[in-house]
C-alpha cells in the first residue's frame, strides 16, 4: 500500500481500538421522501458519471462547511486546500474550481443539481449527422483490420469519404476533429477490437472462459473476491443530500460457499476495499447474535 491508502486504511480502522472493529455503527434513522425521486429528479437525470461528479463536489464542500460554515472565501479555500488535499488526493479540484462550485452552490440556496459539470460543447458524437455513421463505423473497421493503418491515415480516409457522400447527396456535412476519432477508437475494448480484426470466433476463442477450477478440499483454500456497486443511494442525514452509491465487497469461500467476511462503503474496488474487507473477516462476531437474535447459526 502506498503512504496514502495505509494512512486511509488507518483512519478506518485504527490500531488502537476498543471493542470489536467489526461491529457495525448505528446511525440516526433518517426519514426518506416519498418524493425522492421528484426532489432528485435533476441529480438522477444525468448520467452516473456526472452525477457522481456532483456528488463529489459537494463532498469537498462539505468539509469546508464543516470546517468554517456556510461562509467562507477564496482565501480560506487556501488555507484549507493542504487538508483536502490530504482528503481526496489526486482528485481534489483546484482551489480557484472549489471556490467557483461554491458560489454557484450557494447562489442556488444548496442545490445539489447546481454542482452537476455542464456538458461540454464541440465536437461529441452527438452533432454527428446520423446518415455518417455508417462511414465512420467502416473507418473504424479499417482501421482495426489493416495491419499498418494509422488513427491519421484513417481519419484522412474518413473525410474524403465524407466530401464523397456531400458531393453525391448535395449535403455539406461537415466531420468531427481528428480528436475526436481517435476518442472513439479509444472506447473500443481488447474483444471488439479482435471481432473487428479477426472476427467473433476468434474474439471468443481469445476471452475464452476458464474452465473448471480444481475442486478444493478445505475451507479457506480459495476465497474469491466480488465487487457490486449498489442500486440505491446513501442519503446525508443532515442536509438531506443523495451522497451516492455505495460498493459492497464481498470475500465468498468456495470450499463452504459462505460469505467470510464484507466492506460496505464508498471506496471501489481496489486492494483497500479488499484489504478492508479480510480485517472484517478475521475479526469475531459475536455482534451479530446480539444485535440479531432471530438469526440461526454461528458466523466463524
Known amino acids: 500500500m502506498s503512504d496514502e491508502d495505509t494512512e486511509r486504511f488507518g483512519d478506518l480502522f485504527p490500531r488502537s481500538r476498543s471493542g470489536i472493529a467489526s461491529k457495525p455503527k448505528e446511525t440516526l434513522s433518517l426519514p426518506l421522501w416519498k418524493e425522492i425521486d421528484l426532489v432528485f429528479k435533476d441529480v438522477f437525470g444525468v448520467s452516473e458519471e456526472r452525477r457522481d461528479e456532483a456528488i463529489h463536489r459537494y463532498n469537498v464542500l462539505e468539509l469546508l462547511i464543516e470546517r468554517y460554515g456556510k461562509n467562507f472565501s477564496k482565501k480560506e479555500i487556501d488555507d484549507a486546500f493542504p487538508f483536502l488535499k490530504e ?7 483546484s482551489a480557484s474550481s472549489i471556490y467557483r462550485y461554491w458560489r454557484t452552490f450557494k447562489k442556488s440556496d444548496f442545490q445539489l443539481s447546481s454542482l452537476i459539470p455542464k456538458v461540454t460543447a464541440g465536437n461529441t458524437s452527438k452533432n454527428v449527422p446520423e446518415e455518417l455513421e455508417p462511414l465512420i463505423q467502416e473507418a473504424i473497421k479499417d482501421y482495426f483490420s489493416a495491419e499498418e493503418q494509422t488513427a491519421v491515415s484513417a481519419y484522412l480516409t474518413l473525410e474524403t469519404e465524407v466530401s464523397r457522400y456531400n458531393e453525391t447527396n448535395n449535403t455539406q456535412h461537415s466531420l468531427f476533429s481528428i480528436q475526436s476519432f481517435r476518442n472513439r477508437l479509444r472506447k473500443h475494448s481488447e474483444y471488439e477490437k479482435i471481432v473487428l480484426r479477426k472476427g467473433k470466433s476468434a474474439a471468443d476463442a481469445t476471452f475464452r472462459k476458464v474452465g ?15 465487487h457490486t456497486r449498489l442500486d440505491l443511494f446513501v442519503i446525508d442525514e443532515r442536509y438531506g443530500i443523495p451522497l451516492g452509491r455505495p460498493w459492497l465487497t464481498l470475500l465468498y469461500d468456495t470450499h463452504t460457499k459462505s460469505i467470510i467476511g464484507f466492506y460496505l462503503g464508498f471506496e471501489p474496488p481496489s486492494y483497500l476495499s479488499v484489504s478492508l474487507a479480510l480485517e472484517n473477516s478475521i475479526l469475531p462476531k459475536d455482534y451479530v447474535k446480539e444485535l440479531y437474535p432471530s438469526v440461526e447459526g454461528v458466523w466463524p
Do not use: H, M
Open 87 to 93: 482528503k481526496f488526493g489526486s482528485t481534489t479540484p
Open 212 to 226: 473448471q477450477r480444481p475442486a478444493t478440499t478445505r475451507a479457506l483454500e480459495r476465497v474469491e473476491a466480488d
